[in-house]
């Protein structure tokens, strides 16, 4: 009985059986083999082994195989975690420096070197780095900033956490990206500071939104290695901010950055997110990284322009194979390099119909956009970015999608008449 009840949970993690049917085939199990498999349970509470005396946990492992192929579905995203990664992240809880220290500032030197900027400082997520670059750019509550509609609410989040006043931009219905006319329509004197997403990984014209001459931040949490003009974006505005989000190019589970060439910027983002040990006060924060968080993203940037190219082959082969179906993203314009963090397609037909049909065939498919910023602010005037949320779906594209799965996703594309 004992056996019975302490196998539960580990058939259940092994499996990964619905309730109804795990609990049959474990009836089913312990009435043919009768309490013959053993669970030691050692000193650590994620270590337990089986001790095979019999064929029950073959059988469980042959039978968790047809039902993993039963069940198997392709996810929207997924992270690209190795050996060398879990190497790395147990070396640094293993050296028992598990807070902010060496590893961190090995992180941020490497990162900075790869966007080619004097430095770099490492935060908690994106959100937290968007803040503390808003902040450092001295943007209050008197302000306004400026930012796509068509981008995820922790844009909006960073500048409400200010206080400053969003100004919502329409995107270019091609590029997705800020388009720089409406963005010049909009621009008033109290709009202090420019947010530029590098949406899904292909540059913006950032080149001519810094030359409008207000202070820019350019959000890489897309768009890590993308290039504009053969410079990495992020080395354009005055200011850029990185995630490092589980689901990101490359990740720290949670995590972000801010960069820049500027000592100034730089030193007043090292002072504000960490309240410990000052001289005066100001209201400052705790939005840390770890030397955990920072051994993993020093371990995943060694193969980040690996990551790229395997991101930029299968934009390759969806490219090739559903050109004629369906409207597709803008690959690169002769200056700027996409990284593909995602593929969008653009269909005629309804996207809700189309996401239902994907997760009934077991593909994740999803908005790129989950509702437009206008959307929730009750805004209008926003066509591109409303006819663009209409029609737009992200379908999976990652470096561990097999050929099997590429395949079925093309197969599953073409067969609904996108
Ligand atoms: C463009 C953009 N900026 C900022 C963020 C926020 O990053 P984080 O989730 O690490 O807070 C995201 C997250 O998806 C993003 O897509």
């Given at each position: 009985m004992l056996y019975f009840v302490l196998g539960i949970p580990l058939y259940k993690g092994f499996c990964n059986f619905s309730?109804?049917?795990?609990?049959?085939?474990?009836?089913?199990?312990?009435?043919?083999?009768?309490?013959?498999y053993i669970l030691h349970g050692i000193a650590s509470p994620s270590l337990y082994t089986y001790s095979k005396i019999d064929v029950s946990l073959p059988l469980l492992m042959l039978l968790s195989v047809f039902?993993?192929?039963?069940?198997?579905i392709i996810p929207h995203s997924k992270p690209t975690i190795n050996e060398e990664d879990v190497v790395a992240v147990s070396n640094t809880l293993r050296s028992g420096n598990i807070a902010q220290r060496e590893m961190v500032e090995k992180f941020e030197r490497e990162i900075a070197n790869y966007i080619g900027l004097k430095g770099g400082v490492a935060t908690s997520s994106g959100s937290t780095a968007l803040h503390l670059a808003l902040l450092a750019l001295d943007v209050t509550k008197k302000?306004?900033?400026?930012?796509?509609?068509?981008v995820c609410t922790a844009v909006l989040n960073a500048v409400n956490y200010i206080g400053a006043s969003p100004v919502l931009i329409d995107i270019h219905p091609d590029t997705l990206n800020l388009d720089v006319e409406d963005l010049k329509r909009k621009l008033t004197r109290h709009v202090r500071?420019?947010?530029?997403?590098?949406?899904?990984?292909?540059?913006?014209d950032i080149e001519e939104i810094t030359g409008l001459g207000i202070p820019v931040v350019e959000d890489c949490a897309q768009s890590i290695g993308a290039t504009y003009k053969n410079k990495k974006v992020g080395s354009f505005g005055n200011v850029s901010v990185f995630s490092f989000y589980a689901t990101k190019v490359i990740t720290t589970s949670e995590g972000g950055m801010v960069a820049s060439n500027s000592n100034e910027l730089l030193g007043k983002v090292r002072d504000l997110k960490d309240y410990d040990n000052k001289e005066n006060y100001i209201t400052r924060y705790n939005y840390k990284?770890?030397?955990i968080q920072a051994s993993l993203g020093l371990s995943q940037l060694k193969r980040l322009n690996q990551f790229i190219e395997i991101r930029r082959s299968i934009a390759q082969r969806y490219t090739d194979e559903l050109k004629?179906?369906?409207?597709l993203p803008i690959n690169h314009k002769s200056d700027s390099k996409h990284i593909y963090y995602r593929y969008i397609i653009k269909l005629r037909r309804d996207v809700e119909g189309f996401l239902k049909?994907?997760?009934e065939k077991g593909i994740n498919c999803e908005r790129p956009i989950f509702k437009p910023l206008h959307k929730y602010l009750n805004l209008s005037g926003f066509p591109n970015t409303d006819s663009v949320w209409k029609r737009a779906v992200s379908i999976p594209i990652y470096p561990t999608l097999t050929e099997e799965n590429i395949k079925t996703i093309i197969e599953f594309?073409?067969?609904?008449?996108p």
């Open positions: 309730d109804s049917s795990f609990h049959a085939l474990h009836c089913l199990t312990i009435l043919v083999f009768s309490k013959t039902n993993e192929k039963k069940e198997a302000d306004a900033v400026a930012i796509p509609s068509y500071a420019i947010i530029v997403p590098h949406a899904f990984g292909l540059p913006a990284m770890t030397d004629d179906f369906c409207a049909l994907s997760k594309v073409k067969s609904c008449k």
